[in-house]
Nanobody, 112 residues
């Protein structure tokens, strides 16, 4: 059974950095594109970043220039490096593959 497990969330001050990880099990990891989404309280889930199987990356407008998505196929893991964090980045961050496979989410809180 395929699972996605996120980690790395936490509380950080504005301007700080965090790195999220998403470990996948039970599938051939390298052939799939992966995405990071986030959902803040009272808001719709939004796409943060995506990476294709060939390594092409794309970002939501709100995080361009601050966040970087990457993958390590040898470790079956996708990462989201988040720099220059703002209070509006506060949300639960989810790892996703395709329409049906989601992780449980990891909370990111940016606050002083």
């Amino acid at each position: 059974q395929v699972q996605l497990v996120e980690s790395g969330g936490g509380l950080v001050e504005p301007g700080g950095s965090l790195r999220l990880s998403c470990a996948a099990s039970g599938s051939i990891f390298s052939i799939y594109g992966l995405r990071w989404y986030r959902q803040a309280p009272g808001k719709q889930r939004e796409l943060v970043a995506r990476i294709t199987s060939s390594g092409y990356t794309d970002y939501g407008d709100a995080v361009k220039g601050r966040f970087t998505i990457s993958r390590d196929n040898a470790k079956n893991t996708v990462y989201l490096q988040m720099n220059s964090l703002k209070p509006e980045d506060t949300a639960v961050y989810y790892c996703n593959r395709g329409p049906l496979l989601w992780g449980q989410g990891t909370q990111v809180t940016v606050s002083s």
